[in-house]
């Protein structure tokens, strides 16, 4: 990167890319029923639409850290750009559903190789003492994605067809490949390590299977289907082998030691936290608001909107807050914020007010905007330089993994309760007494999260007095 070219383009041109794959995934959600109706496929199909997504993003993310430091951080995510334009092409050309999840798993890998590495990125042209007001503009954009991502498939898909759904993707993701060239770090490769082919073997089968078996655990019968306890158990079997064999091997995929610094163990475990409560809720709020409440799916989108727009107001703020005074009272407010509202919502019920579901989504977002990403960000902080992507990795990775596994066992849950309806004296009712518990579960396990922040490590004292990185500084990988 040029010494003239402001830092703040490197911030713009890895949020193009991010932003691209955020919208091109939630925008996809509304559009499952249209894929049934062309291809005349059953619903069990057209999830892979999805599945497939996520399968080859989680498969692809224990990569980066060793790609990084093969190619290089810069070669590597625009070469990820790169293959998601291409994978929105095929999708966009598609003439079979299967042509369609293709081109949806080569945009999985493409996702899996950028998200890790947009904060690595950013993170190497900005001091510790600056990256909380970055990755707070960075989250304000981010959050906001998933929200808008369904409004806007919904417009392209009332307008065209769906393939404008991939056709989207093409031009931004262009504009971001020619402006990243010119304005990201240069990034040189790395000393050549031999690649962990058992460590990735054992990786790569554990998420398959625990991410296949999940997929399949639809209703509560599904738990005694022996296929996928022999998915569950197997891939948790290899998870185990995993860790076993990384922390044996002198050069492994993923240094899992770097869970020993407490700073980083404490936001991992505080952003899995987060993400089952954020995923949860897209889970649970439709169904409260619509199915109990008995108000359109519009005002179930426009709670959704409170959360993300106050979510990314608050970010900002929050990781103001962060450099200047550490995580750990931002992230203790945020923590309390979320739990305390997450449990209020547990409290309604169909007599409740729209608007009382909209005023605690708001102080949700505004929680999760003072301790996500300000959190995320402080634990990638206390890793050494060349181990941020890996960090960033093993980060996402686990709040996906984990927070799949919560979805499922709170849809489980309700299905349980739907079916005690002589109990609750109907369906609506049963329904309620569910939701109601698994919003106070998950609002305690998030207050439950509390002394993680307390403990989280204060600020270095030569922090705040630490000499800024400029743009002529040498990336490491």
């Known amino acids: 990167m040029s010494a003239k070219v402001p830092r703040a383009l490197v911030v713009v041109n890895v949020l193009l890319g991010t932003l691209t794959v955020s919208l091109s995934n939630s925008s996809l959600n509304p559009a499952l029923p249209v894929f049934i109706e062309a291809f005349a496929i059953g619903p069990v199909l057209a999830t892979w639409i999805v599945a497939g997504f996520m399968l080859s993003m989680g ?7 060793f790609l990084a430091q093969r190619l290089g951080r810069k070669p590597l995510y625009l070469g990820g750009v790169l293959l998601f334009v291409l994978g929105s092409l095929l999708g966009a050309e598609a003439g079979s559903i299967t042509w369609v999840i293709v081109a949806r798993v080569v945009q999985g890998v493409a996702s899996g190789l950028m998200i890790p590495l947009s904060l690595a990125i950013i993170f190497s042209v900005y001091a510790k003492h600056e990256r909380g007001r970055v990755t707070g503009l960075w989250g304000a954009a981010v959050m906001l994605a998933p929200a808008l991502g369904p409004l806007c498939g919904s417009v392209l898909l009332e307008w065209f067809s769906w393939r404008a759904l991939f056709l989207m993707n093409v031009p931004i993701g262009l504009l971001a490949l020619g402006m990243g060239l010119g304005v990201l770090p240069d990034s040189p490769a790395g000393e050549r390590k031999a690649f962990d082919w058992p460590g990735y073997a054992l990786i790569a089968a554990g998420l398959a299977a625990l991410m296949i078996g999940i997929d399949r655990l639809r209703h509560a019968d599904a738990l005694l289907d022996p296929i996928n306890l022999a998915l569950l158990v197997g891939g948790l079997a290899c998870l185990v082998a ?29 952003a899995v936290v987060q993400s089952v409560g954020m995923f949860e809720c897209l889970v649970l709020l439709p169904l409260l608001v619509q199915m109990v409440m008995g108000y ?155 002394p993680c922040a307390w403990r989280f490590p204060a600020p270095a004292p030569d922090e705040a007095t630490a000499t800024p990185l400029t ?4 990336v490491r990988t």
């Open 59 to 65: 498969m692809s993310m224990p990569l980066t850290s």
């Open 242 to 270: 995993f860790v076993q064999v990384e922390l044996r091997r002198p050069e492994p995929l993923l240094n899992l030691r770097i869970f020993a610094l407490r700073g980083y163990r404490l936001s991992v475990i505080i």
């Open 296 to 450: 359109s799916p519009l005002w179930t989108g426009f709670s959704l909107l409170c959360t993300a727009l106050f979510a990314s107001l608050f970010g900002q703020l929050g990781g103001r807050l962060l450099d200047r005074h550490g995580a750990r009272g931002v992230v203790a407010w945020g923590l309390s914020l979320t739990g305390l509202a997450t449990l209020a919502l547990g409290q309604l019920d169909g007599d409740s007010s729209i608007v009382t579901v909209c005023l605690l989504m708001m102080v949700r977002g505004a929680g999760l905007g003072l301790s996500y990403l300000p959190v995320t960000t402080a634990g990638l902080n206390a890793l050494p330089e060349p181990m941020v992507t890996q960090g960033a990795a093993m980060n996402n990775i686990s709040r996906r993994l984990v927070a799949s596994l919560a979805i499922v066992l709170a849809s489980l849950w309700l299905e349980l309760r739907a079916g005690a309806v002589p109990e609750w004296g109907d369906s609506a009712a049963a329904t309620l007494v569910g939701i109601d518990e698994v919003f106070a579960a998950t609002g305690l396990l998030i207050l439950l999260a509390l």
């Open 471 to 474: 743009s002529t500084d040498k």
